[in-house]
């Protein structure tokens, strides 16, 4: 591309159709002139060859990706890590908004992946380091999308917990058991108080816990434990598997007795995810595996956000994150900014739920609930239930103490030392972390 070419990439917003593109928010640090750098990143994401040789035409104006905003700054230092084989010369840090237009690739999520932050984007001339920090959808893009079939609120009427976070249990250990002591772990950690008992995202149909026999073990069990609570308890079943056998093991877990099924989004793919929420009679649970690979490393990849909001999009009701603490390793704005994309306004699609999870216990619940300033979330603890020294139903209590110390306005390692199974998560778990 030459010099005189790049003016076909950039727009101004009063310009264009806004209901005809998504906008796409980058980082990039690139070697030589900014401006050439963004107008080659919004030709190798839409029009690449943008006419015929010995044509007298152009297809930008239609299908050209362009640059709305553009803000660059001198890195004299050059770039900010090694890069193998990256360009050499005068380095600029830059943020750009590009407007693209969705007719582009239509309402399928594969091509829209393969678009923004394909070949295209993490190819582009000049370009070795760059992050898409954020992506916005018009109402006319989100319309053609089911999105939560139940969301916040209809994950609350199945549960009728209202007013509360939603309370998750991940049974522990999380592979080897069979499904009557895996069943009989849900079963106390409903006793105890637990919404939600969960399969780890890495048991699948396992043979030595198939999922046809262990959804109708916990399944019972999680009808014996709504009987002797009085509150409704759910089985959470993970489909995780070939795309051709999500709807047959969506179908084979409800029918067991599952009241909701997850599956480990990336994995599978969101084209998949689509397909069985199309299916899907229960709420949809999304599971994070393989989305570090993308977001963990500063100014390179997809911030998770991105994928949070395709994943709402795609039509998971519950969302699990990487939460706050050291073992997550994911900055805290990070994580508040994908509880944003799971909860706030996004067209006509229901909200979904946001799960930030990692080594949480009673002890961290406080810290959880002041961070995001809602009660609209769901708590998921492994072993600060299933690892509670007094078993799994003192787990779950004790998560259940440590919210009535918050509801009531209190710290809850002021309150510490009684009730019983809350101290002794303390005396197992540690100190609380803020």
Known sequence: MV???????????????????????????????????AAHLCSEQSTAQWRRVG??????????????????????????YPVPNAPSGAVHACRVTIAHPHGNFGARLPNL????????????????????????????????????????????????????????????????????????LAYQGWLGGLDIAKDDEMLADAPWCPLEQRAAAVGAAAVRAARETGVPKVYLANITDEVDRLVVLHDLAVARGAGAVMVNTMPVGLGGIRLLRRQARVPLVAHFPFIASFSRLPGYGVHSRVITRLQRLAGYDVIIMPGFGARMMMPEGEVLDCVRACLEPMGGLRPSLPVPGGSDWAGTLDGLHRRLQ???????????????????????ASIRQAWEVIAQGGVVAEHAATPVELAAAFAAFGPRTS
């Open 55 to 80: 044509v007298d035409e152009d297809f930008r104006p239609r299908f050209g990706a362009k640059v709305l905003d553009l803000e660059a700054t001198p890195r004299p230092s050059g770039f900010s």
């Open 113 to 184: 992946l393969s678009a923004v932050c394909g070949e295209g984007i993490f190819f582009a001339p000049g370009i070795p380091i760059i992050r898409l920090e954020d992506i916005r959808f018009p109402e006319t893009f989100l319309a053609a999308f089911d999105g939560p079939q139940f969301g916040v609120a209809g994950l609350r009427a199945q549960l009728q917990a209202f007013h509360r976070p939603i309370f998750f249990g991940v049974v522990k250990p999380n592979i080897g058991l069979a499904p009557e002591p895996f069943a009989e």
């Open 374 to 396: 809602t009660v609209d979330f769901g708590f998921v603890p492994g072993r600060g239930v299933f690892g509670h020294p007094m078993g799994p139903a003192a787990g779950a």
């Open 3 to 37: 010099p005189d070419d790049i003016a076909g990439f950039f727009a101004r917003r009063a310009e264009l159709d806004a209901e005809a593109h998504l906008e796409l928010d980058f980082t990039f640090e690139c070697v030589g002139d900014p401006r050439l750098a």
